[in-house]
């Protein structure tokens, strides 16, 4: 048997106004320097404030960097990680979606090892350990609170990339709905894509594990039972609050697991075109999935049957074929586009996007072999 390794390195704590325990949680590690990192749009509409709030200012500096965009740079995070440095840090709060913590995680880094996010792309790349994170989701997507994964982007050469470590992940994740309810379905729903793309995918990787495959089915099913509910009611806390276990559930799996084949192409459009990232992953997962049919038809048909599909009567290689038709039509309820050409790409790029496709360290774990020529097909395909 191959050797497979299943970890966990942050503690995450659910519920209503969690947020309370920020204080408490920063004096346990002997914080005294905070920077917290976000964006200006969550500053705008208060979130930050709700987070200062529940800082003691009379135990702790704070400093708040609000310069973070979609698909974090590699300039803005060296930014950050400079003041970082400047201020004597040692915690650092990110309050977003998968960009604000991932470039928390990257400051965090830097900080500690010197240099720039670009020196330390692969797996376990720096020497230090980062500066202590805690994380507070405001999407229900990423699973970038419970992850070593940092994915950033080099605007020099519209680049794409992967830092991994595992003390890279956040000490202390915040799952409070209350950060959540409300947001637009426009942001809740290509956030949500991402997480069902990271339970899908993480379930069919070459590195899954039963720890990790019981986290990812368990998110397919909270997907399934709360994802319309929640595009559709915003507002709705329960199903809020289901949908960031759901993604916690999807980035716990794949900080052992990686991904596969739609999250390696999903990176280049983000990159050069600067497609959602959940955008991305809803256009490219039935191919994917199509791609990969067949090579383990039992796993397609249990989480088919975890999205509530019926396959009574029906074979394996039969029920695989419906988890496809599933996912279809998750995308058409929630309103995600299908199409590229939909959200600005074009043709001209597929080549170029498939090699960058190629160099990510998920192609490595799709459950299939795949080349750059069925990269370069599946791309013209979701078209």
């Not at 050069?272 to 991305?280: E, S």
């Not at 992953?281 to 088919?304: K, Q, T, V, W």
Request: net charge negative; with cysteine; aromatic share 4%.
């Amino acid at each position: 048997m191959a050797f497979k390794k299943f970890g966990m390195n942050t503690q995450v704590l659910i519920g209503e106004n969690v947020c309370e325990q920020i204080s408490m949680h920063a004096e346990k590690l002997g914080a005294r320097n905070i920077l917290v990192v976000t964006d200006e749009g969550l500053v705008k509409a208060g979130i930050a404030d709700k987070v200062l709030q529940h800082i003691d200012k009379d135990k702790f500096q704070v400093k708040v960097f609000s310069e973070v965009q979609p698909d974090p740079s590699v300039k803005v995070s060296d930014k950050g990680a400079e003041i970082a440095k400047q201020m004597k840090c040692d915690l650092i709060i990110a309050v977003g979606g998968g960009s604000s913590i991932d470039a928390g995680k990257a400051m965090a880094l830097v900080a500690t090892n010197g240099g720039s996010a670009a020196d330390y792309e692969g797996i376990e790349q720096h020497t230090k350990t980062p500066l202590p994170l805690f994380a507070i989701p405001t999407t229900c997507g990423t699973g970038s609170e419970v992850t070593g994964a940092i994915v950033m982007t080099n605007t020099d050469t519209d680049y794409k990339f992967i830092i991994w470590g595992l003390d890279i992940c956040p000490k202390v994740a915040f799952l409070d709905p209350t950060f959540v309810a409300g947001i637009p379905k426009k942001v809740m729903v290509p956030t949500a894509m991402d997480a069902l793309t990271h339970c899908v995918e993480s379930y069919l990787s070459k590195l899954a594990t039963p720890q990790s495959q019981a986290m990812s089915i368990a998110g397919i099913k909270l997907l399934g039972e709360n994802f319309v509910k929640a595009a559709n009611n915003t507002s709705d806390l329960d199903a809020m609050l289901n949908m960031l276990i759901a993604a916690d559930m999807g980035g716990i799996a794949l900080a052992s697991t990686r991904l596969g084949i739609v999250h390696a192409m999903a990176l280049p459009p983000g990159a050069m075109f600067h497609v959602p990232h959940g955008i991305a992953n809803a256009i490219l997962l039935p191919h994917g999935l199509e791609y990969n049919l067949g090579s383990d038809d039992a796993a397609y048909c249990e989480m088919a049957k975890a999205l509530g599909c019926d396959l009574t009567g029906l074979s394996e290689a039969e029920g695989a074929k419906e988890l496809v038709k599933a996912l279809k039509q998750v995308v058409i309820d929630v309103d995600a586009p299908a199409k590229f050409s939909e959200v600005g790409v074009t043709e001209d790029k597929i080549e170029a996007m498939a090699k960058d496709a190629m160099k990510s360290s998920h192609i490595s774990v799709n459950p299939k072999p795949i080349t750059e020529e069925a990269v370069i097909k599946l791309y013209k395909q979701a078209m």
